[in-house]
């Protein structure tokens, strides 16, 4: 269930809106990985974030980190819990930069 989720959430993610005042934004998103305290706890362990590393030995703190290099703007978080795992979905947006035509 949670994979469904995260399939639409990329996708969503992706999606370009255009505001009223003419301006463009991208919007992404980084789901973190499991971020559960253990089997029989309710509690989610906050320190995997930085703690947990994946196979290049990269953190979700680390694509969190390179989102705002890259001009990301973190604007809001959720947690979601699917009676399995535990994970913190990032929502971020940049202003879209437009290439002029000069032609």
Known sequence: MLMKYGILLYYLGRYIAVSGSNEVWEYNIIVTS??????????????????????????D????????????EMFSTVHIHDGVKDVIVCFFKRRKVQVSDKS
């Open 61 to 72: 703190f680390t694509s969190i980190a390179d989102a705002g290099a890259k001009g990301w």
């Open 34 to 59: 499991d971020l559960s305290a253990g089997s029989m706890s309710r509690h989610i362990d906050v320190t995997k974030i930085w703690n947990s590393k994946y196979k290049d030995g990269t953190t």
